[in-house]
């Protein structure tokens, strides 16, 4: 009975059959439309640019002393294991010793502006409007998903709605990009308790509370997409693995009601685990029989501490690949897999390259270059944090690539939550930015020397 559920929504039949082992909770949907004729592409001669290899602090010329000192700051002590680890116990233990208004005197001009666009329309189009003169997109992010015992019932839902609206409001009516994007999390819109219950393609029972959230939850993620498509992609981030199938089950199910003519709504696929090759490969086939678009954000994947601790305790396979190389084949075979069928059918597929992983860009960058994927096309971009890896976001820039930053925004107590949960989650990476803090400091130096000075 539960395609019922999803029908009134969507308005889209599926069934739970044809699917192949490794996608067996995604529901396929009866095909409609067809493919658009095949389009190849002439490989360009060029070579991949000298400056890919991301060495020149020149990069950091745009910034103001002020960014420059801040960044430096910011990342100082981000390279402190202890920091990243207890940032929350440290934050609100500040909080208390420091009050309300102290503990904001501290935050807003650090952290805060270092990784924040701000927390109204004025304050974020500044930002924004910076970010573009530099040749940078923005990719809007409401800070706001809830994880397992976190729910706090429909009317939170139901503001959070109004919240993504709003995003793709702004994303739609400035003028920041040409192509804009945001950022959804599933979570915000529907329980994570009911995610979960959603797992086997064979959906358990739902009680009549869950049946009415799940198609309040539907009507909510449906809004979007009528709000969205042909104004602003959205890209569905993955969350934890106890999660994804049934978010993959709902973005799959907006991109055969949406992606008819272009993807406008995109899914994630995290290539720390050990399926999501897998998975990316039957999204393919499933977007080739049912006739819709595919948009792709690829990314390593942020939560492997924890669902190996899940993993051990439940008596699980671990499914987090076993080495960090292994986590690299994952993700430059299915950055392959993508680009090829780009470069096949352009008008069909879209990926974002979302990474802080140097060789992965480059690796994207000349395969791009072999297939004559055009760097500005719209078939493929670019994608890091705001307040990261700044040193390869306005070098490709520069360069020609399309590059979006992740903007998240609202008020400090809004965004501090999810600056936590991103530091813990991207420990490794933040720990890891020896390089730019590295440029930044040559920078910095080449400032203060004495003009005529070697």
Known sequence: QTHTYLHAPLRGRMMCSRLR???????????????????????????LSPALAFEDPSAFRVKSWGELLRALGVFHLCSFPLLVNNCGKLMSVARTLLGRRGFSLLLQPTVYAQFVAGETETEISRSVEKMKLLGLRPMLAVPIEEDLGESTGEKRYDDNLEAMLECVRMSHSNTWSKDPMMQLKVTALLSPELCVRLRPIIFPGLDESEVAHLLCGLQRLNRIGEASVNKVRVLVDAEYTYMNPA???????????????????????????????????DALSLS??????????????????????????????DPVHQSWEDTNDSYNGSLDVMLNA?????????????????????????????????????????????????????????????????????????????????????????????????????????RLRPRGGS
């Open 247 to 281: 978010l993959s089950l709902v973005t799959m199910a907006m991109m055969k009601k949406f992606n008819k003519d272009s993807a406008w709504i995109w899914n994630t696929y995290q290539c720390y685990l050990k399926e999501s090759r897998s998975l990316l490969l």
């Open 288 to 317: 080739k029989s049912e006739g819709f678009c595919l948009g792709v954000k690829l990314v390593r994947g942020a939560y492997m501490d924890k669902e190996r601790k899940l993993a051990e305790k439940e008596g699980r396979l």
């Open 342 to 446: 780009i470069s096949q059918k352009h008008e069909r597929y879209r990926i974002i390259v979302a990474t802080h992983n140097e060789e992965s860009v480059r690796r994207a960058a000349k395969r791009m270059d072999e297939l004559g994927i055009d760097k500005d096309g719209g078939s493929v971009c670019f994608g890091q944090l705001l307040g990261m890896c700044d040193h390869v976001s306005l070098t490709l820039a520069k360069e020609g690539y399309a590059i979006y930053k992740s903007v998240p925004y609202g008020s400090l107590d809004d965004t501090l939550p999810y600056l936590v949960r991103r530091a813990q989650e991207n420990r490794t990476v933040l720990q890891g930015i020896r390089k730019e803090r590295d440029l930044l400091r040559q920078e910095l130096w080449r």
């Open 21 to 47: 082992p490794p996608l067996p909770r995604l529901l396929l949907l009866r095909a409609m439309g067809t493919a658009a004729p095949r389009l190849g592409a002439s490989p360009q001669p060029d070579l």
